[in-house]
């Protein structure tokens, strides 16, 4: 479920481990046309990562610094962080507490 919280920034509420992929290339697809925003992705009801989606998670990071924008991944559990520690990219991506705390940091940006 993708929402824009300003002309800058969209927030997405991943639904599930099954529609994780399908959500994350529909990210990936609007911003194609839309390059210039910040992306802020809540992992509330996320509870397993795949290589894929975490493939696929690296690839929007990637693409949103060449333009110049930010990820940043809020309500990630401690089991999906240890995911992310596992895989050795705990300290590549950014996490917020929130959607507002993830806002605060793009806000200082």
């Not at 929007?60 to 995911?83: A, M, T, W, Y």
Request: charged share 25%; glycine share 2%; proline share 1%.
């Amino acid at each position: 479920m993708i929402h824009e919280l300003s002309d800058e920034c969209i927030f997405v509420i991943l639904t599930d481990y099954a529609s994780m992929g399908k959500e994350l290339q529909i990210i990936n697809d609007t911003l194609q046309d839309s390059p210039d925003r910040n992306v802020i992705i809540d992992f509330s009801k996320v509870q397993m990562l795949t290589s894929s989606h975490l493939s696929n998670l690296m690839i929007l990071r990637d693409f949103l610094e060449r333009n110049g924008r930010k990820l940043l991944l809020c309500h990630v559990s401690f089991q999906i962080k240890c995911e992310f520690t596992v895989s050795g990219l705990r300290d590549v991506f950014d996490f917020a507490d929130d959607k507002y705390a993830a806002m605060a940091v793009l806000e200082k940006i």
